[in-house]
């Protein structure tokens, strides 16, 4: 995996992103400096390429298979883009209240915390189906960190997955749609970048 070396508020006030998306809680009082200026169409799709990079916490040639494998998907490219980053393994870990930020999601699952359908997977960028469950392995669910996220209250879950805290594990019951993907992407701008 690359290292970013990048700090995250500056990165959020580039994006325009909202720093909860990544984690960061804290206000920051200044602003991006920059005298506001046109910015071209291409650079508007590059900025929205990097908010979906950033905030999925995908290299370039990750993102690049993934809108690869969506425009040979049935549907519209963009949207199954999406919906295949949603159904990433650390991403799933994220949005089912195991892990406070994706990073750390990712950390927890490359240390092998999780096994699907019974088996261990160690790979966050493992892409969940339908049906699969996904829970917290028997032997490391006594660790102090997954004792205290039992005691911790449910958060929203997304409508395509079903979790329960106590019992660490959680559910796929289908595949995301694109009203169900809260984050701020416009991925038809994504698509015409890489059209080109």
Not at 18 to 47: F, H, M
Request: aromatic share 8%; net charge positive; hydrophobic share 35%.
């Amino acid at each position: 995996m690359a290292i970013n070396k990048y700090h995250k508020m500056k990165r959020c006030r580039f994006l325009e992103l909202d720093p909860a998306v990544v984690g960061c809680y804290k206000k920051s009082i200044r602003t991006s400096g920059r005298k506001s200026r046109k910015v071209s169409e291409y650079g508007l799709q590059l900025r929205e390429k990097q908010r979906a990079k950033f905030i999925y916490c995908v290299s370039e040639k990750q993102f690049r298979k993934y809108y690869d494998m969506a425009d040979r998907m049935k549907g519209i490219t963009g949207e199954n883009m999406l919906s295949l980053l949603e159904r990433r393994l650390d991403n799933v870990v994220y949005r089912l209240g195991f892990a406070a930020t994706r990073l750390q999601a990712r950390q927890l699952v490359s240390h092998a915390h999780f096994s699907v359908n019974g088996k261990k997977v160690d790979i966050p960028s493992y892409i969940v189906k339908a049906g699969d469950v996904i829970a917290v392995r028997e032997n490391r669910a006594k660790n102090k960190y997954f004792e205290q996220v039992k005691t911790a209250k449910a958060g929203n879950l997304p409508k395509w997955l079903e979790g329960d805290l106590e019992k660490l594990e959680g559910k796929v019951i289908e595949l995301p749609k694109r009203e169900d993907i809260d984050t701020q992407i416009a991925e038809h701008m994504i698509v015409e970048l890489y059209s080109k």
